[in-house]
């Protein structure tokens, strides 16, 4: 079975802070891991994922990702928030295989302050 | 390009009743996966269809059912709603079963 675990249901930064969101996984198996970003009223946005290749993902919006086996976390981070980045994240699991269903943590809101 | 497309964006109705919501994926993907996001918790997975074949459910209730048309546009039938049945309702279109799912905006189901 796979689950993710959010360390931390709110974090608050200031603007222009570092923007650390956490995340560690459970899999039996080799891992996809996945950053979703929803904004309120709407529906999930990919922000990044890790499929095996670099450990260190890029995605969108200066966003960032590192895969660590060792310590199966999959962390989110931004050099600098800005206020639009105001928003609920989701790291989500799913194994390889025949299909993918993603089983999403419990969420992070990130509330960002002038 | 148009995203996943949701019919309707929100929806009320009452315990007992039975409600369909529709999902067009985006245009070229033939995988839709359905996700239940009850308030404050993430999504979770209920079904995932491919060429109108069930590939995958969740952990719902038979009062939950789906199904996928040749245009590969989708359907999620919910029977003898529940109070607990209130939730965000999400669809998510991919290439292929085992590809990145991209999202809709969800339909927002309050039940009475």
């Known amino acids: 079975a796979q689950s993710v675990t959010q360390l931390g249901s709110h974090v608050s930064v200031s603007e222009g802070a570092l923007v650390l969101l956490r995340c560690n996984y459970s899999?039996?198996?080799?891992?996809?891991l996945f950053w979703y970003v929803q904004y309120p009223n709407q529906g999930l946005q990919l922000l990044l994922k890790y499929t095996s290749a670099a450990t260190l993902v890029k995605g969108i919006n200066g966003f960032e990702a590192e895969f660590k086996k060792s310590e199966t976390s999959f962390h989110l981070t931004k050099p600098s928030a800005h206020m639009s980045d105001a928003a609920e994240y989701f790291c989500a699991v799913s194994g390889l295989g025949g299909f993918q269903k993603l089983v999403f943590g419990t969420g992070t809101r990130l509330l960002v302050s002038p | 390009d148009a995203g996943v497309t949701q019919s309707p964006t929100h929806l009320i109705k009452t315990r007992g009743q039975h409600v369909t919501l529709r999902c067009s994926p985006i245009s070229g993907h033939k995988s839709v996966s359905w996700y239940q996001q009850v308030l404050g918790q993430g999504p979770q997975f209920i079904f995932q269809y491919y060429e109108k074949e069930e590939r995958g459910r969740g952990n719902f209730p038979d009062r939950f059912s789906a199904r996928q048309f040749p245009n590969y546009s989708s359907e999620l039938n919910v029977n003898a709603l529940l109070l607990g049945d209130s939730a965000l309702y999400l669809c998510?279109?991919?290439?292929?079963?085992?590809?990145?799912?991209?999202f809709g905006p969800g339909t927002r189901l309050l039940v009475l």
């Open positions: 899999s039996s198996v080799p891992p996809y």
């Open positions: 998510a279109s991919s290439t292929g079963p085992s590809e990145t799912q991209y």
